[in-house]
């Protein structure tokens, strides 16, 4: 943690010191480092730097723009993380929009799984939300159009998780065997 925070500090000083806080590039950094914030448990910290970063695109950006739907995917997992569960998901549902917009259907479907997880936290007995996001994310790597490269695989053992979180064992461990033949191959 201390190791990361040092680094997040040389970013945030390099984008001052540059004067590209203001940019879609230096947002792009400041939305990595929120991450990092939240990966380390500060979601409320996360969440205050990705309000920067929502100010920078909306100057910068198209409101379908793709980089809006990693923004409100992320942001939504620090809501999650804060027990903010409805909120979380009127995040991921802005971030489905915009992936079925692009047509990025494996963004899709990690942000599926992503509302499947917050759904099931919510109310661990709700099958019908947490199946329907797992069937639909299901279907978008099924989808034999999207291609089968190292993104999937990272994809699928991503999405794998939320799989298992619901007792779908065998779907996650299917997402997982196809994660491994695509890293073999390689």
Same mark, same amino acid.
Do not use: W
């Given at each position: 943690?201390?190791?990361?925070?040092?680094?997040?500090?040389?970013?945030?000083?390099?984008?001052?010191?540059?004067?590209?806080?203001?940019?879609?590039?230096?947002?792009?950094?400041?939305?990595?480092?929120?991450?990092?914030?939240?990966?380390?448990?500060?979601?409320?910290?996360?969440?205050?730097?990705?309000?920067?970063?929502?100010?920078?695109?909306?100057?910068?950006?198209?409101?379908?723009?793709?980089?809006?739907?990693?923004?409100?995917?992320?942001? %939504?997992?620090? #809501?999650? @993380?804060? =027990?903010?569960?409805?909120? +979380?998901?009127?995040?991921?549902?802005? /971030?489905?929009? &915009?992936?079925?917009?692009?047509?990025?259907?494996?963004?899709?479907?990690?942000?599926?799984?992503?509302?499947?997880?917050?759904?099931?936290?919510?109310?661990?007995?709700?099958?019908?939300?947490?199946?329907?996001?797992?069937?639909?994310?299901?279907?978008?790597?099924?989808?034999?159009?999207?291609?089968?490269?190292?993104?999937?695989?990272?994809?699928?053992?991503?999405? %794998?998780?939320? #799989?298992? @979180?619901? =007792?779908?064992?065998?779907? +996650?461990?299917?997402?997982?065997?196809? /994660?491994?033949? &695509?890293?073999?191959?390689?």
């Amino acid at each position: 943690k201390q190791e990361s925070e040092k680094y997040c500090a040389e970013i945030l000083r390099l984008l001052k010191e540059t004067d590209m806080l203001e940019t879609t590039s230096g947002a792009t950094f400041l939305l990595n480092v929120a991450t990092n914030k939240k990966a380390f448990g500060d979601a409320q910290g996360a969440l205050r730097i990705y309000d920067e970063v929502n100010k920078v695109f909306t100057i910068n950006l198209d409101a379908d723009n793709a980089l809006f739907g990693g923004l409100y995917n992320n942001s %939504a997992l620090s #809501f999650a @993380d804060l =027990g903010d569960y409805d909120t +979380a998901i009127a995040y991921f549902e802005k /971030a489905l929009e &915009i992936a079925e917009i692009n047509g990025n259907k494996l963004d899709e479907a990690v942000t599926l799984t992503n509302l499947s997880t917050t759904y099931l936290r919510r109310d661990p007995f709700d099958d019908e939300n947490v199946d329907k996001s797992l069937d639909k994310a299901l279907s978008l790597l099924n989808d034999e159009k999207v291609t089968r490269d190292g993104y999937y695989a990272f994809v699928c053992e991503k999405c %794998a998780s939320a #799989f298992s @979180d619901a =007792g779908r064992f065998i779907d +996650a461990e299917d997402l997982k065997s196809r /994660a491994r033949s &695509i890293y073999e191959r390689r």
